[in-house]
């Protein structure tokens, strides 16, 4: 049982992955350099470390992006492009369990690509869990999955702590 969880969101430019970052955070959020708080619901918060500019747009590793120690839950948006596999291949590697919400179509696509790269079965044979959304639909509901996914993962592995929100 992996003691470290990976949530991407993947999609071309422009899919939401920003946007689902912001809707979880309920505000405008960027990478840092630390670990912050996100809040599951009213009382219950975790850990993470966002890379919010996908390591493909940036052209770099994920993990000259990630602090020493490696956080224990990290968001990452992901571009679909064919370099992405470098970047899930780092987090298999360091031990990751791995959840992707694919957002096809993004936002700003037409309609549903093919997956020409075939990450579908890339990253199923490496035990990833695996949600196609579509990004034109209201971010809610996605959003709503991945903190839901979160809360279950953290709490069997006592990460939650209970704590209320200033404001």
């Known amino acids: 049982m992996p003691d470290r969880l990976l949530v991407a969101i993947l999609g071309n430019r422009n899919s939401g992955k920003s946007t689902t970052w912001n809707r979880l955070f309920d505000g405008t959020v960027r990478t840092g350099k630390y670990e912050r708080s996100l809040y599951l619901n009213r009382a219950q918060a975790v850990d993470v470390f966002l890379v919010s500019g996908s390591p493909e747009e940036r052209e770099i590793e994920v993990g000259e992006i990630l602090p020493e120690p490696l956080p224990q839950i990290v968001l990452c948006s992901t571009q679909y492009r064919e370099d992405v596999t470098e970047t899930f291949d780092y987090f298999f590697r360091k031990g990751y369990e791995v959840f992707v919400q694919w957002l096809n179509?993004?936002?700003?696509?037409?309609?549903?690509?093919?997956?020409?790269?075939?990450?579908?079965?890339?990253?199923?044979?490496?035990?990833?869990?695996?949600?196609?959304?579509?990004?034109?639909?209201d971010p809610a509901p996605r959003v709503r999955e991945i903190r839901q996914f979160i809360l279950g993962w953290a709490t069997h592995r006592d990460l939650v702590r209970t704590e209320f929100p200033a404001g």
């Open 105 to 137: 179509p993004g936002h700003g696509d037409a309609e549903a690509y093919d997956d020409s790269l075939a990450l579908r079965d890339f990253l199923l044979k490496k035990g990833a869990t695996l949600q196609l959304r579509d990004g034109h639909l």
